[in-house]
Structures are given as C-alpha cells and as structure tokens.
C-alpha cells in the first residue's frame, strides 16, 4: 500500500468551531507532515513528526494544533481559525527524515478547507 | 532569505516537443532538488530526485540536470503528451537541525497541445 488517506476531502467551519483533519499511511514511513497551500502557492510546511515526536514547527499560530497518536497517524487539531486559513491541507509522509537524499515525500490527495 | 524561482508561470507547448522547465535558487546550497508533478485538486507526486554531487538524471521520458555553481536545475520532458499537462514544482532539501527539509517553488503549469 503506497497510498496516504486524508480526511475529510472538503471542510467548511466557521471561525468559532473546533474540527480535525486526519490523515493516514501504512507504508512503515517514520516521518509525517503537513502542508499548507494556497492557490498558485507552492505547499509551505507547517510541521513535521519523526517518530512521533514534533520536530519542525514553522511558527505555526496555536490555532493549528497538530497530533500523532501512533506512527501511521497524523491529526491537525483546527480552532478560532480566520479565512485566511482557508486552502489545501496536504499530509505527506517519507521514510525517515534524518535519511535525507531518500527523503522522497508521498502526498495525501489534501483537504480543501473553507472557513467562514 | 532562501528563494527558489521557477521560471514562468505558465509553459505552452506543441504535442511531441520537448518541455523544458526552470528552477533557479538563490541564499541556498541544497543537498538535493527534486521535482514533484502537481494535478489540480492533487497533492504532489514525486518524479525525480537529484543530489549535489550529481549533474544529471534520466527516468523515461524525463531529465533532470542540476548546476550548483549557476544554482539552477533544468526539468525536460521529452515527446511531451497532452496527459504531460500538469504544475511541476521543483523543491530543494537541506539539512536543518535533527535531519533534512524540504521547500517548494511556486511551479510552472505545462499545457501540451495535441
């Protein structure tokens, strides 16, 4: 199974509620991330996990609060967020982060999230 | 700061031609560079990669060079096909603390024509 699950694939919420975005892979990769991308953006990283410990956080607002409960799933906790943050939220997993030039990413299909 | 520029927005080309895409980077010395295509909707799929002590890359009908000294890699595709339609982003890894992280161009969109 070469394929990572993201879900839900749309989410619409308004400013003052509380969802999650979940996503998957059983590929034994060690390292997870997500992604933000707007329209005609490249993807900008959010956060990485290597071995389920938080390693990268790109000065991320609080508001997106990231989880991973086991090594084959990642969670973005959303609350209070703004319509600024609306884009594609894209999970991504490699091997193992430290392995560098075998650092190929595979891309979940995203979620498109709308926040009114 | 780092900055990664990929050579234009958009790409027109004729079916069977040879694309040829662009991705210069400047305040950077990346230990890698790969190039990802991009589907509307999609999230990146990973095409080739390329590490610094290497200039070029072949996999099918795809080239990759890369030129540490001009900070620019070259991305064709050759007897291209309307299903070649896609945005390619080129992104460039280098070691941070605790391993390595990779960052994205902003992508050209090709269009072949048939």
């Known amino acids: 199974d070469t394929e990572v699950t993201q879900t839900p694939k749309h989410l619409v919420m308004g400013m003052t509620n509380k969802k999650s975005l979940k996503c998957e892979q059983h590929?034994?990769?060690?390292?997870m991330y997500w992604y933000k991308q707007k329209a005609k953006k490249p993807p900008e990283l959010m956060f990485v996990?290597?071995?389920?410990?938080?390693?990268i956080n790109e000065s991320v607002p609080s508001r997106f609060s990231p989880e991973c409960p086991n090594s084959s799933l990642l969670n973005l906790h959303l609350h209070a967020l703004q319509p600024e943050d609306s884009a594609l939220y894209l999970c991504a997993s490699s091997q193992d982060r430290a392995s560098g030039p075998y650092n190929e990413q595979f891309f979940g299909p995203g979620t498109r999230l709308t926040v009114l | 700061s780092q900055k990664i520029e990929q050579n234009s927005e958009a790409l027109n080309i004729q079916e069977g031609k040879t694309a040829t895409l662009t991705c210069n980077y400047t305040?950077?010395?990346?230990?890698?560079l790969q190039w990802y295509r991009q589907d509307p909707g999609r999230g990146p799929v990973f095409l080739l990669l390329i590490r610094e002590n290497e200039k070029e890359k072949r996999k099918e009908r795809l080239k990759v060079t890369f030129d540490t000294t001009l900070k620019q890699s070259l991305f064709h595709i050759t007897a291209s096909q309307p299903a070649d339609s896609a945005t390619y982003l080129c992104a460039l890894g280098g070691r941070y603390t605790g391993g390595f992280k990779t960052i994205f161009g902003a992508g050209t969109r090709l269009f072949v024509k048939a």
């Open positions: 305040n950077y010395s990346p230990a890698y």
């Open positions: 590929m034994g990769h060690r390292a």
């Open positions: 996990y290597s071995y389920e410990k938080l390693s």
